[in-house]
């Protein structure tokens, strides 16, 4: 599988609608491979662009079970309603997973050894308070969700990841056209009343730290 990063033609925003002229230049995505486990099977899609600043990622989400209990960075919003990014640079070692609720609250790491261990991982640390501040983000719902909202509603979330956090991180200068790095996308909802787990990249197990089913995000 392979997802082009188009270069956008102006910085895209992020509280604009999925249809935005900027945000159509962007191939969609679809996360279509949901674990058997899975309750619910939400139809869920993004779209990815990039400038000379940073990388811009939209999920849009067309749902019935709605929850986000977390609310500070850092803590496990993937058992909230929840959409994720995992990537990894062409230089440097291991990836960087951005994971969501669909309040806005984030959790991100850069995982430079995915091998689990008691508390973790073999090599892992949290990214800094100052470096999650640099991600920005928009989602068309409160940051609260909670109890559990049912019922149809179409919900989307935007965020910005700078390239300065990938050039501490990693190494990585700010990609150009015909880079390849790699990647995959989540939908998950680990305490929904209806919980699931589905992926754009297929993986052979639940286990969305899996770096080696990751597939090639082409910077165009």
């Known amino acids: 599988m392979e997802y082009v990063i188009n270069r956008a033609s102006r910085t895209p925003e992020l509280d604009a609608p999925w249809e935005d002229p900027v945000w159509q230049e962007a191939g969609e995505g679809v996360i279509s491979n949901y674990f058997e ?10 779209r990815v662009l990039y400038d000379d600043k940073a990388l ?25 309603s929840c959409v994720e990014f995992f990537v990894k640079p062409a230089s440097g070692r291991g990836y960087c997973n951005f994971e969501f609720n669909c309040g806005g609250t984030m959790l991100a790491f850069h995982i430079p050894d995915h091998r689990r261990v008691p508390g973790g991982f073999v090599d892992f640390h949290r990214l800094s308070p100052e470096q999650c501040q ?36 990693f190494g990585q200068a700010i990609p150009k056209a015909g880079d390849v790095w790699s990647g995959n996308f989540y939908k998950c909802g680990g305490e929904l009343s209806h919980p699931h787990w589905g992926t754009w990249s297929p993986i052979p197990v639940l286990n969305f730290h899996a770096p080696e089913a990751f597939s090639a995000l082409r910077f165009a």
């Open 37 to 46: 486990q899975s309750t619910f099977r939400p139809d869920a899609r993004f």
């Open 56 to 80: 811009y990622v939209m999920f849009r989400v067309d749902d019935e079970y709605i929850l986000s209990r977390k609310t500070a960075d850092q803590q496990a919003v993937c058992q909230d």
């Open 134 to 169: 640099m991600v920005n983000r928009y989602t068309t719902l409160p940051r609260v969700n909670d109890p559990e909202r049912v019922g149809k509603r179409v919900w989307c979330l935007a965020f910005s990841i700078p390239f300065e956090i990938f050039a501490e991180e």
